[in-house]
């Protein structure tokens, strides 16, 4: 029998142990962590609204008008007004014919990917990818290819060489522990030459890129002929909980008719989608949140560059600091607690060996003066140190 506790303190030993911290109270830059009060800087609030007066109002007018839980399935009696709503909704935002909620966004990429491709078909993931994406394209049972982070050209290659019946290109917009955007257009033109579907995962780039807050795909001015198949989630830049996927009507039927973690699971709460239709209102009407995030993320860069701190290529409000080393990250994360600053070491297996980071992510809600709060923590406990053991990192990175 597999002997758990042996592995457990293996994964300590080699600082990979992962612990839960318990908050108490809502999301927000200062955040209450066992008996203390923390400044986070690792939250996907993005847009400060996981605690915003009218979503909160919503949720609970949602609550008095449908009760708490939804009982059923969406295909049984689960399926509320509110849900029909917020998806409507999400359709005209994201400018597609049809979305489709799913509970998570972990199940909308097992749902998405599962139902559309299978044996005999080929799916292309970027090396990079969200583990959803990668457990989705496992459960699908097509032939699973991974290509280097970002590169279209050996993408081009593969697809060339495949013999697939169906090819499917998987990829995050924003990646999830890197903060870099994908070269959408570029695997738009690889799509279109070897007849292969797009499918875009902008779980950070929902609500936070593009003008109006339309995610990378608004960013890059490329729509539904170019990425036929778009999932977001609910619960980061949205400051909700829930995920979505937009597309075709074809498409969305077919999903809701076949992606068996849609048609297998309880809806979420409708008091959940009414609180996402009012963090969805004020995504669109409160530019100011994606401004104001653009102008921290300046800050910071530019505060972190005068320190000497190895910065991650990132326009984003993931703007990772690579450590290397898993128990010197994890030792980093101490020491910044200790200052009163929360942030996550991010390890294997979630990033490449060897690629260790503090993953600091920004948020509209914070001020410029926390933000040099973290900088002046950084200098502190970072000292030039932190750029050795990045370089040597760097070699490792695939
Ligand atoms: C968080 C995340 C998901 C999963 O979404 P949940 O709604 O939290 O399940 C999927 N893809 C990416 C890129 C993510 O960052």
């Not at 090396?127 to 457990?135: E, G, I, M, Q």
């Not at 390890?347 to 948020?363: D, H, M, Q």
Request: hydrophobic share 40%.
């Amino acid at each position: 029998m597999k002997n758990l506790a042996a592995e457990l303190a293996a994964r300590e030993a080699a600082g990979l142990y992962r612990r839960r911290r318990t908050i108490d109270g809502p999301q927000g830059p200062l955040l209450r962590c066992d008996g203390h009060e923390l400044l986070s800087f690792c939250s996907n609030d993005y847009l400060g609204l996981a605690n915003h007066p009218e979503v909160i109002a919503a949720l609970k007018r949602g609550a008095d008008e449908y009760g708490v839980g939804s009982g059923a399935a969406h295909l049984v009696n689960g399926h509320s007004r509110a849900h029909q709503q917020l998806e409507e909704e999400l359709a005209a935002f994201t400018r597609r014919p049809r979305a489709l909620l799913f509970s998570t966004g972990y199940m909308a990429n097992l749902g998405v990917v599962s139902a559309l491709a299978g044996v005999g078909d080929g799916v292309f993931e970027d090396r990079l990818n969200h583990a959803s994406l990668l457990d989705a394209g496992l459960l699908s049972r097509a032939r699973l290819s991974r290509y280097p982070h970002g590169d279209a050209n050996t993408l081009d290659k593969k697809l060339g060489g495949s013999k697939a019946k169906e090819k499917f290109i998987l990829t995050d917009g924003v990646f999830s522990m890197d903060g870099d955007i994908a070269p959408l257009p570029a695997l738009a033109l690889a799509a279109e030459k070897h007849d292969a579907w797009l499918m875009v995962d902008d779980a950070h780039g929902l609500g936070v890129l593009g003008h109006n807050g339309g995610g990378s795909l608004e960013h890059f001015g490329l729509g539904i002929e170019e990425v036929p198949i778009l999932m977001g989630t609910l619960g980061k830049g949205l400051g909700s909980f829930g995920a979505f996927v937009a597309g075709g009507d074809h498409l969305i039927e077919y999903l809701i008719n076949t992606a068996r973690p849609y048609i297998y699971t309880t809806a979420t709460p409708p008091a959940v989608a009414e609180a996402t239709r009012a963090s969805l209102r004020l995504v669109q009407s409160e530019g100011w949140r994606r401004e104001k995030l653009q102008a921290l993320i300046r800050r910071f860069r530019d505060g972190a560059g005068q320190l000497g701190l190895r910065l991650m290529d990132s326009p984003t409000p993931i703007q990772p600091l690579l450590i290397g080393d898993a128990a010197e990250a994890l030792r980093l994360s101490e020491a910044l607690l200790a200052q009163g600053i929360l942030i996550s070491a991010i390890r294997p297996p979630t990033v490449p060996e060897g690629t260790a980071r503090l993953r600091i992510t920004l948020s509209a809600a914070h001020s410029e003066t926390q933000v040099d709060r973290l900088l002046d923590a950084l200098g502190a406990v970072c000292p030039r140190k932190n750029s050795r053991t990045a370089e040597g990192a760097e070699g490792t990175k695939p």
